[in-house]
């Protein structure tokens, strides 16, 4: 799994979360984990693979706040009580 975490600017409250959760939802279907902070100022999620920075930076913007970064680890995915698959 790949986690790609966004840096965004403009998101003051619970409803921009939601915003962005639902941007990039609809952008990328096969998100898992979508989660949005404003006091973190970012947004993270899980995919099978790498996303497309452009069309990342195009949706947050569209939504009306300001992309400022990405980036994406490797992530392992781990089963039942912490043990991987």
């Not at 959760?21 to 989660?35: G, L, Q």
């Given at each position: 799994m790949i986690k790609t975490t966004v840096q965004i600017d403009g998101m003051m409250c619970g409803m921009c979360e939601s915003h962005v959760?639902?941007?990039?939802?609809?952008?990328?279907?096969?998100?898992?984990?979508?989660?949005a902070s404003h006091t973190k100022k970012e947004a993270t999620f899980m995919t099978d693979s790498e996303v497309?920075?452009?069309k990342l930076k195009s949706i947050i913007d569209e939504t009306g706040y300001t992309f400022v970064s990405a980036s994406s680890e490797t992530v392992e995915k781990k089963g039942l009580f912490g043990f991987k698959k």
């Open positions: 959760n639902d941007a990039i939802r609809k952008a990328f279907p096969e998100a898992k984990k979508v989660a497309d920075t452009d």
